[in-house]
Structures are given as C-alpha cells and as structure tokens.
C-alpha cells in the first residue's frame, strides 16, 4: 500500500498489465466536422429497408430463399445502426458493451431458432 | 479501472458524456440494460415465430398486413433514428440550440409512428382481429404492442429530457442523459427492423 | 352496503383461506404486527428505522436487509416442507386437503428459490463485492436500493396470498393449463405471476447492477486476473441473470394477459400451446439453476483457501471453467421436458449438451481438493460446509447426469428421483453455500463472530438430516412414487421410506432452529472481531475494520497481487501502517433516498390491484411509479461529501491512521 494512486493516462489504463488480451476492447472516436457518416448511414439504411421490400413484393426467390437474403438485410442494417449511430466501439476505458452486445446477439438467434426447432413437435408426433 | 484519466494536451479528448467517470459507469450500465432487453425481444420473437401459423379461425399473416401503414411506420422510424442521431452530433458540439430541436423533431416522426401503429391496431380490431382470436394474433399483438410502448415510453422520456436541457444546457450529466436515451431510441430502431423483416414481410412471402 | 362487504368477504377470504391453521397465523400475525408497531413507538425507533434502513443505499445495509429477508424466507419455506414430509410419513393421511397441499408445496418451491436463495444470493453479493474489488459501493446505489424493495414487496405480496385470496397452486413452475383461468380461476397464480414479475425486475436490476460494479469499478491494478474467485463468479452470475430473466418476464406476462386480458397464448382453444410456456420457462429455469450456484461455487473457493491456508488451486482453470459453465447453461433447457416428445434429435442434442456441464464442474471439484491438498485446514463451521458440499455436491450432480440420459429419463420424470435430484444440488450446493458463506463474512458485516460450537451443532444436525431426508426419495422414486403426490395408499412399499425420510426433516428443522439460536445468542453475546481480520484471510474485504465504516476504504487501494490482501500482509504493507493523514481526502457518497422504497410501495399496490382486477387500485399503482420514475429523472441531487476530517476522525478512532 505504499504506492499513493496517481494518474494515468488514457494508453495507459487500455495497455494495463494482464488485460492486454483484451485490446479489441480499446474504444475509437471519430469526431469529424460535418455528419457525413450519418447521413451516408440513413441513406445505407433506406437503401437497406426498400431493398428488402421490393425483393419480397416482386417475389424474386423462393420462399426460403427470399427470407434468409432479408433477414441478412435485416442483420446488415443492424450492425449499420449499432455502428453508425449508437457508437458501439466508444467508451472511457475499455468498451466494455462489446463482449455481452456479440453474447447477446448469439443468444437471441439461438434461442428463436432453437424454439422452432424444439417446438415443431407440434407437426410431428401429435 | 478507476484511476482518473490524465488528458494530455493533444490527446483526443472524451467526448463529454464520458467526461466525468460515474456518467460513464451509467452508460455501460445502460448497454447492460439494452441485453436485457434484447431478450426481451428474442423471447417474444420465438414466441411469434412458434405461433405464426397457429391462426385458428382469425386470418392469416397474409391476409391481416397491409404494406403502406407499414412502410410509413418504417420510414418515420429510420428517420427519427437518423434525427437523433444529428441530436447527438450536435450535443457534442456544445450546440444544446440544435439539440432540443432534433430531439423535438426526433418526438414528432416517433409520434407519427405510434399514431400510424394505434390506427393500424384499430383497424385490425374492427375486422374482429383481437388477440382474443387467435394465439397468431396474441403473439403479434404483444411483440409490437411491446415495441410500440417502448416508443411511446422513449416520446415521455425525451420531453422530460428536453425539460432537464432547457434549465441546465449540456452538462455531463444532461449529456449523458440524452446518449442513454439515444441508445435507446436506436435500439428500437433496430428491434423494428426485425419486426418489419420477421413479421411483416415474412407475413407476405407466402 | 352488505352486499359489498360480502363480496369482500367472499373475495378477500374464500373458504380455501378459513382453515384452522391459517386463521390460527392469521391472528398471530395481526398480534406481532402490533406489537412490532409498539415496540417501535415506544422506543421512538420509527425515525431510526426511516433515516437508517428504509431510505438508505449503503450496500452494507442493504445486505443486511437481504439477509433478514432471506433467513424470515427460509421459516417460512421450511415450515412448509415440514408440512408436506408430516402428510407424507404414513399412507392415507389427510393432515391437509389435496388443494392445501398444492398450495403448500408450490409455495415451498417458489419460496425457496425466489425469495430465500436469490436475496440470500445478493445479500453476500453486496455485502462483499464492494469491499473485495476496493469500491467505496456498487456502481448504482439506488438502483441497489430499488432492486431491494421490488425484490421485498414481490416477496410480501406474494406471502399474503395465503391469509388474503388463497395461494397459487399449480407448482413453483406455474405450468399452463394448470394456470389458466378455467382450471384456476382464483386469485392465486395472478399472486404467483405479478409477484416474481415485480421481484424479477429488482433482480434483473441487481444483475445489471454488479456486472457493471464488477467490470467497473475495481481497484487500479486488479485486472481480471487477479480478481478474487468470488468476484468472478459475481461477474457470470450477473451476466446469466441478465441472459436468463428476459425469457421468465415474458413467459410470466404472457400467462397473466391470458388470465386478465383473455389473449390466448397458452390456452387450449384458439390455438395457443402451453408447451411454449415450458420451452420459455426452462430457457430461464436452466440457467436460473446456475445463478444459484455459481456465487456459491464462488463462496467455497473463498473459504477453502483461507481456512487452508493456501492459495486457490489453478485460478486459471476455475475462471475457464466458470465460463464454460456460463456457455454451456443456455444449451440444456430442453432436459426439463425431455418427455414432451420434441423428437430423438432435441432429445440427443440437449441430453448430451446436459451431459457436457458435468466436465466443467468436475474441474472445479478437483481444484477445491487439490486447494485443501497438503494445507493446514483449520475445521471451523464455514469449512465444514465446504467439506459436507463436495460430496454432497457430486452425488446430486451425478444423479443429475443420470437424468440427462433420455431414455432413463422416461422413466425418472417427475418421480421422488428427481425430488432427492434437485435437492441433492440446492440444499447440498445453494444451502450450504450460502450458510458456510454466512458464518465467513458474519464478523465483516456484523463486527462479531457466530459462536463456532454451537454452529458445529447446526451443521451436524443440517448435514446429517439432509442425507435422511433425500436418500430414502432416491429409493421412492426408483420405485415409482410420483411427485406433487398429496397422499398414497398403503401397501405399495412406500411406507417406511417415506417413514425415514420425515424424520429426516424434523432433523433439518432441528438444524434450523439451532442455526437461529446461534444467530440470536452470538448477537447477544458473541466474540467481537476488533482486527477486522479475524481469519487471515486473503481478498482486500479482510484489509478494512469490522464493521465496515461507511465510506469502506479511506483510501482506494493499489491492487498487484491475485489474493491482495494476503500479498500486503506477507510484505508488510497493511493499511494501518501506511495511512498518512494527507492521504484522505474528500469523499462522494450517495446520498439517502425514500424513491426506492415508494417505488416497491407502488408496485406492490399495482401487483394487489391487478391481483384481484381492481383497477382503481392498479392505477393508483401505476401513477405512483410513473411519479417515482419522474421525481429521480429531475433529481440531480443525489450524492453528498464527507470531508475528510470526518474521515480521519473515524479512522483514527478505529486506530487505523498513522500520527
């Protein structure tokens, strides 16, 4: 205890001793003079929107197909949104939200796909 | 860690809503929330998807969706998402003028949306499509039920913000208040997109 | 109005409330009830009580209050299965009607798991992760707070349900049909649902809470790494608290909307499928079983590396396995209901995922023996319940591997196996953790120790009235006694086991009730703990004075070692010797706050509106939450200093400041 805390800098507490493995914690700001990532990113987005509905309502695949390419459009739009404007990868140390934010988005898939899988029963047996 | 950061001069400075370091622990507390919720959505979204053909004798997703409400609801969504979005480039910018406005805009687009979703909701119920008709039904009345008082609880929770701004400007705390809140609004912006893609348009692929 | 007393009278006091017993608390209820009120009139405690523990956001205390809660939680499920082992020791006996043994026997279920494990739980959670990472609190004081009065009014609303309306009866798992309206249609499973719906929010806020505490809020210098095991553990049950609540809030709302609001999610007709609410039940059962047992799992490797004198046997391995742990909870839901019939393929896939979590755990058994391998193990009540879980543990986990096998499975479902199963893990895993954690932190939230003979006592009694009880239910359920069964008839060879097993619960009863006498005489008179260190223990909580004061560290500590604590004594760097007046400063402190408690009072009196369709009483409710939500949006003024002479006073009176 001999050691009064001081200050670190900003390096510093990322570049801290053992939490080295998590350098793809490390946050990144972007700071620019006129909103052009966000305007490019609504503009991605309703690209992203009218694109899945035009695919939908031409019936341009088969069925399967057809929602698999828009719930990648929908996943697409997503990580837009998480990336443009939520400004996941920011925060003061480390950015923390990352590691539970790819957990979460596993779990989710996993438990609407599991659910179906688990309950098609319905057809099956009785 | 908790140490203070030490800011050198020409070290790319905090953005000011992780200025100070308890507002920051807020804001990961909030992405904390924002799995919860996440959840939330996942939990009802397999409950929808188990239940979709389970129609009874109510109509079908096909028969029950109309596409233009939809798409309105969509678009106002999207843009309100990219109004806040604005709000947010603005607050950092120490521009609190700008911010109340694209927050007010960011209200009015969420308001249309309630109001194009409530009477769309009407609508159904008029053609005798409750939730009292089929599991079909109750699964998509309370997935977009749930979205729909998500929003409407972020319309309340932006007015008392814009309260807080008007008296106070941007301080870490207001600013922090309002990217919390930002957050939130996007995250509904993509729980929407889901719903749009899984539900409405999955409704169409016949 | 006659006509409305007797609708009141029929509503609030149905036949299924009126039993002799009931009536019989009803009365003694009224009577401590008042005389509490007296008491604390008479003593003039009522500002005490408003300014110290209802208002307060101080982790230490809220801790208290948690531990309180859980230990009244566990009298009172342990009454109940008291009750259900007294109907069940001979054939044919009607000690209780079939409803009241539904009733009793849910209760007991929901009891124990929601309202006595999770607050006991949070009640180590907040009275030592604080102190362990060298935190002055948690990250969100209030919200601990209010995660505390939502947890305590869901437990009261969901306790008055058997003097006021009748209790839920359709077990702790609330299953539909047995919940809908037209085979239940009394109060009671609208108790069940909103009471863990309002306890479930405190508990979801208790999670965010301390996994932002824990990655945080930790003291400069602890990376990952060296934070203490139990921190860790906090850490993974926090995140599958986060992971696994959402999945129960939905499955709970929507059996409610189809009680109140007749949407038709799992109902018979109109196509809804009560098989949904299994499958979202069980998507949070599994890894609810897990929360349970984690911060325990954290719990033992405290206290075996203290009380053995060694450093915890490959950290690495148990951090690794604890997170394996964490994946793999939320691949096994679907063994809950195997004999649903999803198919061989679920079947295989979740069996054998089942069967996985057995690798992990098995990893962890191994390090706690090898941690006590070679050590000098001093025997005091805390180690005892560490030792009396490893066999315990393995045994339940093993018949739980058993139940993994499909096939077996078939036949085991729902029998007494299952029974002796699950509680082989609870009792053996949950309830011994959380006492053997109870007697270790006692002298750092209490500032005295619990007299360790007459814990040894309570320990024996626990120990030994376990195996009686559960043992003869393996053999019960092997030959085909099912569960949730009120009573049997002679002659199918189940008397005497059945027989053994009461005795066995008279035994833990025993074991209780010497657990509260030591509870009470070590208050009354126990040994002080004046070095704030009374273990030599290990972990940065043993570096502070008992008790705690309540700004915890004077100064945060710099943290270089894995067992801090244990690194600054070999160096001899501690606290007292090294604090200099000039080194304290001001402190930030939360500041008290009645929003909490008025929070958990509007949602209680939403939960008893809509238990009963009063809707007049439910908006009440809700406008008092939107009015709490709306007062602590506009409240900035939420913490105050210390200064430090205040500080240094403190510290000097406890002889810990240098000059």
């Known amino acids: 205890m001999s050691e009064a805390p001081k200050a670190m800098t900003a390096e510093e507490a990322y570049h801290n001793e053992n939490d080295k493995v998590l350098r793809f914690l490390e946050p990144r700001f972007h700071e620019e003079k006129f909103p052009s990532i966000q305007i490019l990113g609504y503009i991605g987005s309703l690209i992203l929107t009218f694109g899945a509905y035009f695919l939908v ?48 988005f596993f779990v989710a898939l996993g438990m609407v796909a599991m659910s179906i899988w688990i309950m098609l029963f319905k057809s099956g047996v009785s | 860690m908790s140490l203070p950061l030490a800011e050198k001069a020409g070290q790319h400075p905090l953005p000011i809503e992780f200025a100070d370091e308890k507002e920051s622990i807020k804001i990961t507390g909030f992405w904390m929330f924002l799995v919860t919720d996440v959840l939330i959505f996942a939990s009802l979204f397999s409950t929808y998807a188990v239940f979709r053909t389970s129609v009874a004798m109510g109509p079908t997703p096909d028969q029950l969706f109309r596409m233009g409400p939809v798409m309105l609801e969509t678009i106002l969504l ?19 003028r700008a911010l109340m406005g694209w927050m007010i805009v960011t209200i009015l687009l969420g308001a249309g949306f309630v109001g194009t979703e409530i009477h769309d909701f009407v609508t159904f119920a008029q053609m005798g499509a409750t939730w009292h008709t089929s599991a079909f039904l109750s699964a998509f009345d309370i997935l977009v039920g749930t979205h729909g008082a998500h929003v409407t609880f972020g319309i309340f929770w932006a007015i008392t913000l814009l309260f807080q701004l008007r008296k106070r400007g941007i301080t870490p705390q207001t600013a922090r208040k309002v990217y919390t809140y930002s957050l939130y609004w996007h995250f509904l912006d993509i729980v929407w997109i889901f719903i749009y893609t899984f539900v409405y348009l999955n409704g169409k692929i016949v | 109005m006659p006509s409305f007393v007797t609708y009141l009278i029929h509503t609030l006091f149905p036949p299924t409330v009126r039993f002799p017993d009931i009536l019989l608390i009803d009365a003694g209820l009224v009577l401590g009830g008042l005389g509490l009120i007296g008491f604390l009139t008479k003593t003039h405690r009522w500002g005490w009580l408003w300014r110290e523990w209802l208002t307060t956001v101080d982790h230490k205390k809220i801790a208290v209050m948690y531990l309180i809660s859980a230990i009244v939680m ?91 309306g009748g209790s839920p009866d359709a077990g702790w798992t609330a299953y539909p049909p047995y919940t809908g309206l037209a085979f239940n249609p009394g109060p009671g499973e609208n108790y069940y649902f909103l009471s863990l719906l309002i306890a479930g929010m405190g508990t979801t806020m208790t999670g965010i809470n301390f996994l932002v505490t824990t990655i945080r809020m930790r003291a ?94 490959g950290y690495p391995m148990m951090v690794v396995s604890v997170l394996a742990i964490m994946f793999l909870s939320y691949g096994t839901w679907v063994h809950h209901f195997f004999t649903m019939g999803a198919g061989p393929a679920v079947n295989a896939f979740f069996g054998l995922s089942t069967m996985l979590i057995a690798i992990p755990t098995g990893v962890k058994i191994f390090n706690w023996i090898f941690t006590m391998w070679g050590g000098r193990i001093q025997m005091t009540t805390a180690m005892l319940y560490q030792m009396a879980f490893i066999p315990t543990f393995v045994i339940g986990g093993a018949s739980g591997v058993m139940l993994a096998v499909v096939p077996a499975d078939y036949q085991l479902h729902n ?159 501690t606290m007292a010797h090294a ?81």
């Open chain 3, 220 to 313: 400069p210098g602890m990376t990952l790494m060296k934070m203490p095991m139990f921190v860790w553990t906090t850490m993974v049950t926090s995140a599958l608290i986060l992971f696994a609540f959402p999945p129960l809030t939905v499955a709970l709302a929507m059996s409610l909307f189809d009680r109140l609001f007749g949407s038709s999610f799992f109902t018979l007709t109109r196509g809804g499928m009560p098989m949904m609410y299994v499958n979202l039940f069980w998507l949070f059962g599994h890894p609810e079983v897990y929360i349970l047992v984690l911060p325990l799992f954290g719990v033992f490797s405290e206290v075996v590396a203290t009380y053995s004198k060694k450093a915890l046997f």
């Open chain 3, 74 to 164: 566990l009298f009172r499920g342990g009454i109940d299965a008291e009750m259900l082992r007294a109907q069940l020791a001979m054939p044919s006996v009607h000690f209780m009607p079939a409803i009241q043994y539904d009733e009793v026997f849910t209760t007991h279920g929901t009891i124990m798991i929601f309202f006595m494990a999770m607050p006991f739980i949070f009640a180590l959670f907040n009275a030592v992760v604080p102190l362990m990472i060298g935190a002055r609190d948690v990250a969100f004081p209030r919200v601990n707070a209010m995660s505390f009065w939502l947890f305590a009014f869901g437990a009261i609303l969901f306790n008055i349900s058997f003097i006021i």
């Open chain 3, 415 to 573: 029998t007494y196996f299952l029974i002796a199963h699950f509680h082989n893990v609870i009792i053996g895993g949950t309830l011994f953790g959380l006492l053997s954690g109870m007697y270790y932190w006692w002298p750092k939230m209490f500032g005295m120790k619990l007299n360790e003979r007459q814990g040894k006592v309570a320990f024996w009694l626990f120990f030994i009235g376990f195996w009686i009880t559960f043992t003869p239910q393996y053999l019960l359920g092997l030959k085909g006694m099912t569960r949730r069964l009120y009573t049997y008839p002679a002659g199918l060879g189940w008397h005497e086991l059945n027989v053994i097993s009461t005795v066995g619960a008279w035994i833990m009863g025993a074991g209780f009730v010497a657990l509260v006498y030591n509870v009470v005489w070590s208050l009354l008179y126990g040994e002080r703990d004046v070095t704030g260190d009374p273990w030599d223990g290990r972990t940065l909580e043993w570096s502070l004075p008992s008790p705690v004061p309540e700004y915890n560290f004077a100064r945060i500590p710099v943290v270089h070692e894995r067992d801090a604590w244990w690194a600054m004594k070999q160096k001899g760097q």
């Open chain 3, 579 to 659: 604090l200099r007046p000039e080194d304290v400063h001001d402190i930030e402190m939360p500041k008290n706050t009645p929003i909490p408690f008025l929070l958990g009072v509007s949602f209680f009196v939403l939960g008893f509106g809509m238990t009963f369709k009063w809707w007049p009483i439910a908006i009440v409710g809700i406008l008092g939450v939107i009015a709490c939500l709306l007062f602590s949006g506009f409240d900035y003024d939420d913490h105050h200093h210390l200064e430090a002479d205040v500080v240094r006073q403190t510290e000097a009176s406890l002889g810990r400041l240098q000059g």
């Open chain 1, 57 to 104: 309502m031409n019936h341009v695949l088969p069925p399967v197909a057809l929602l698999s390419v828009i719930l990648i459009l929908a996943v697409f739009q997503a990580a837009l949104q998480l990336g443009v404007f939520m400004h996941i990868r920011e925060g003061r140390g480390l950015a923390w939200q990352l590691i539970p934010l790819y957990f979460v």
């Open chain 2, 78 to 96: 999207l843009t309100s998402s990219f109004t806040i979005g604005l709000g947010v480039y603005f607050m950092r910018k120490g521009q609190v």
